[in-house]
């Protein structure tokens, strides 16, 4: 592993470079970071013309690194002083041949995933990791083409890690994250921070889906699709209530705020029903409803929402 200057993270792997991951790292790479991605479908593209990352929000940003880090086999990359995983939460069993050639006892990693379990599941698998650090995106992006990344909401990142206060490692990820021109907060309880993201991705993944492939802005415009969001973001809010997270209604009204400039965009699950891909249904329906229910909450909304996705990944 490389010698990291001052600033630096040192040897860098991102896996999982599409909408969330390319526009990540993408960001990282030109601020001067040694970023090796790690490609599949998209690797032919990006090696005859880069990584291209377009944000069409005020003010807009447009940028195209090449020539890339780029890398079809992790073996070629080697162990990392980091980590960054970008992919689905549905993959994590899948990638663990993927991820065993970049870690060993000195590796931290970052995981960029939705939902809740994913530190937990990575730390099982990896034991040997020397930390793991959740990172909630709140923003919006789509891959568009291959090797092509567009931002409609850059938003911020939100950092954070389990048993409190984010370590010197998460901290320096962050600190990446700052200098590479990207909006940043420290969540004081990792826990807090995943019930607030369930907030929105709860309702506005789940419905867009559930209703069949709509938009964001259609539930908005539908009296009863933004019922049902209001009434499943209220069943989070109970949920992380008696788990000593308090969440104000001032939040949940801020969920829908938010969704208005966005227009009619396709959140990840959307895009992943449309495209016949699974949906990452335990991670972001599943565990919080088990988690509720465990605790004695009645989530009837929630439930039905889950018992739905289920019967579209089924058919």
């Not at 010698?3 to 630096?8: E, H, K, Q």
């Not at 003010?59 to 890398?71: C, E, H, I, K, T």
């Not at 499943?232 to 400039?261: C, K, R, S, Y």
Request: aromatic share 8%; with cysteine; charged share 20%.
């Amino acid at each position: 592993m490389s010698g990291a200057a001052r600033g630096s993270l040192g040897k860098v792997a991102l896996v999982g470079t599409g909408a969330i991951g390319g526009f990540y790292g993408g960001f990282l790479a030109r601020s001067g970071q040694e970023v090796h991605f790690h490609f599949r479908s998209d690797y032919d593209a990006v090696q005859e013309k880069g990584l291209r990352v377009t944000i069409t929000a005020d003010p807009p940003d447009s940028f195209r690194m090449s020539p890339l880090l780029a890398y079809r086999d992790t073996k070629e990359i080697g162990f990392c002083d980091w980590v960054i995983l970008a992919t689905k939460s549905t993959a994590n069993t899948k990638l663990i041949p993927v991820l065993e050639p970049l870690i060993d006892e000195r590796t931290s990693l970052l995981t960029l995933q939705n939902g809740m379990g994913n530190v937990e599941s990575l730390k099982d698998a990896f034991p040997q990791l020397r930390r793991v650090v959740a990172g909630l995106c709140f923003t919006c992006s789509n891959r568009v083409a291959p090797g092509q990344v567009e931002n409609y909401f850059p938003g911020y990142v939100q950092f954070g890690e389990q048993g409190g206060l984010l370590s010197t490692e998460g901290q320096s990820m962050m600190d990446a994250f700052a200098t590479a021109g990207i909006s940043c907060k420290a969540a004081e309880l990792l826990d807090e921070a995943l019930w607030r993201k369930l907030c929105w991705n709860v309702p506005f993944n789940g419905l867009t889906v559930a209703a069949g492939g709509i938009t964001t802005d259609l539930i908005l415009q539908d009296n009863s699709l933004a019922q049902r969001a209001r009434a499943l973001m209220e069943e989070i809010q109970l949920a992380a209530g008696v788990h000593e997270v308090e969440i104000e209604d001032e939040f949940l009204e801020q969920q829908f705020t938010n969704t208005i400039p966005m227009g009619a965009y396709k959140p990840s699950s959307l895009i992943d029903f449309l495209d016949g891909r699974e949906l990452e249904v335990e991670a972001i329906w599943g565990e919080p409803l088990r988690r509720g229910q465990a605790k004695g909450i009645a989530m009837p909304e929630l439930e039905k929402l889950y018992q739905q996705l289920l019967e579209t990944q089924s058919s």
